[in-house]
């Protein structure tokens, strides 16, 4: 009997200690029958109906992902008849779990298992879930094999930790007006807009607020304090970033009533949140009416020791604190994936760091500068500095090639 390809399977909305539980289970499953990976690689997806954000994830999963089947858990069925969703009462067994997979293997494209990898040739770097917390990532990472390069390990796992915060969406060409509509967003729409518009009205009356939708408490917001708290795992706050939230979630202030909820939260800064919401909400893509030709003019650093900091984050800083690089001469100048640049700029424009500039002779001197060498590239420090000598048991001066 011919031997199956495992299924590539993504999950939505779980916390590092219900993967963990997830991942355990599917090794009982069967040997290769199915492995985590990320959404954009996935031949199916798993989702927990019940979770707090179920019904989003659902939504829009089905909006990101329309032929994609979906195996849907809890604990009441019968919620539709799309025959992509493959639905499983809880408790899930396994029986019911393999079940399902073989319905998926069934609803999947005949020649879907010519063009996958194999999973035993996948690198150890690759085998890391999306979503997992930085602290899980580390105990995720396999030794090394001794000929194996540190540098490109490197690289490779700064790749699959970027994909947390940048997405995978691939470049398009610029100089097309249709496929250039891929690249845009509206921040308005998504939980980074509400986010917004509910820190003004907090600034207004001078009070906390919260933001809410039909599970509960999503965030309490205290710009006073410059403080935010999150009452959401941050697997779940980046799931509701990242769909359209307009008309689903909702601000109210903050009672005594909510006291005992809030000593129970730890605080972050304002300014952290607000950036990763952007990240989340953005995917490697702009905010609506960005100008791709205008210059960039960095107003100042944002905190990267303090902020999450997205791939190449240094150079492209480092270019636009000149004041004369657009958007499309900073993806040519460095030669990096679009999203870098793009998300980097949602990030920065969201923190209002960052200003275009739309004077003849500033579009000029963008030009000019676009034609000289490109920037380059600071030595790799700081976080990643810190992962590689966890992963290699070596400084990375000591690792990098002569």
Not at 347 to 368: I, K
Request: charged fraction near 25%; charge should be neutral; include cysteine.
């Amino acid at each position: 009997m011919t031997a199956q390809t495992t299924l590539r399977l993504c999950h939505s909305g779980m916390d590092s200690r219900s993967l963990y539980a997830f991942e355990i289970f599917l090794s009982r499953v069967g040997p290769r029958t199915c492995e985590i990976t990320g959404e954009e690689a996935a031949d199916v997806a798993f989702i927990d109906i019940d979770n707090e954000l179920g019904t989003y994830l659902l939504e829009g999963h089905r909006l990101l992902y329309p032929a994609r089947p979906l195996i849907v858990s809890a604990q009441s069925p019968g919620r539709g008849d799309d025959p992509l969703t493959i639905e499983v009462t809880k408790p899930v067994g396994l029986a019911a779990f393999s079940a399902a997979l073989e319905q998926v293997r069934r609803l999947l494209p005949p020649d879907d298992s010519a063009r996958r990898l194999d999973a035993a040739a996948l690198e150890s770097a690759d085998d890391i879930p999306d979503e997992m917390p930085i602290e899980a990532l580390l105990g995720h990472v396999a030794p090394r094999p001794a000929s194996a390069d540190p540098v490109a390990l490197l690289r490779q796992l700064e790749e699959r930790m970027s994909t947390f915060y940048v997405g995978s969406m691939p470049d398009v060409n610029l100089d097309d007006p249709a496929a250039r509509t891929a690249i845009f967003y509206a921040p308005e729409l998504f939980l980074q807009g509400e986010i917004a518009r509910a820190l003004a009205h907090a600034r207004e009356i001078q009070r906390p607020v919260r933001l809410e939708d039909r599970s509960g408490t999503a965030l309490f917001l205290d710009p006073r304090h410059g403080l935010a708290y999150q009452a959401r795992s941050t697997n779940a706050l980046r799931a509701l970033s990242q769909l359209p939230t307009r008309g689903m979630v909702n601000m109210a202030r903050v009672e005594a009533r909510d006291a005992p909820q809030l000593a129970g939260l730890d605080s972050r800064p304002l300014e952290a949140l607000e950036w990763d919401v952007a990240l989340w909400a953005s995917r490697g893509r702009l905010p609506r009416g960005t100008d791709l030709d205008h210059p960039v003019r960095l107003h100042c650093w944002p905190n990267l020791t303090r902020l999450a900091v997205p791939p190449e984050a240094m150079r492209i800083a480092g270019l636009w604190s000149r004041g004369s690089f657009s958007l499309r001469d900073t993806v040519r100048a460095l030669d990096v994936p679009q999203r870098y640049v793009f998300a980097f700029y949602s990030a920065c424009h969201a923190l209002g760091l960052v200003e275009q500039v739309a004077t003849p002779a500033a579009l000029a001197a963008a030009r000019l500068d676009a034609g000289r060498s490109p920037v380059a590239a600071p030595p790799m420090r700081g976080l990643f500095k810190r992962i590689l000598g966890k992963l290699l048991g070596a400084r990375l001066g000591e690792a990098a090639p002569g």
